[in-house]
């Protein structure tokens, strides 16, 4: 079975550090860029962070850059975004993605809670 499987989510208080993994089983990530979606409720599924194939090649959006940081370890088949810093308004569900060329694989989430 395709799937990729995220971890790492949880409930931390402000200021705090989570590494979320996404790993692929049934298929090799290396061809694959690799994205981090987010969504927190009531709001629409955004982008968080991506990565190239290669990991040469990374992109963050404006509220996460100099907190957030996306990397990928190809021999574990998974991805990693490492998260500090983290303020409230990072509560969300956060997804990874993988897409090549026609295929495009979603995983079933993890929830990051930041309170206090």
């Known amino acids: 079975q395709l799937q990729l499987v995220e971890s790492g989510g949880g409930l931390v208080q402000p200021g705090g550090s989570l590494r979320l993994s996404c790993a692929a089983s049934?298929?090799?990530?290396?061809?694959?860029?690799i994205g981090w979606f987010r969504q927190a409720p009531g709001k629409e599924r955004e982008g968080v962070s991506c990565?190239?194939?290669?990991?040469?090649?990374?992109n963050y959006a404006d509220s996460v850059k100099g907190r957030f940081t996306i990397s990928r370890d190809n021999a574990k088949n998974t991805v990693y975004l490492q998260m500090n810093s983290l303020i409230p308004e990072d509560t969300a569900v956060y997804y990874c993605?993988?897409?090549?060329?026609?295929?495009?694989?979603w995983g079933q989430g993890t929830q990051v809670t930041v309170s206090s």
């Open positions: 049934g298929f090799t990530l290396d061809y694959y860029t």
């Open positions: 993605n993988a897409i090549y060329r026609l295929r495009n694989y």
């Open positions: 990565i190239s194939s290669s990991g040469g090649s990374t």
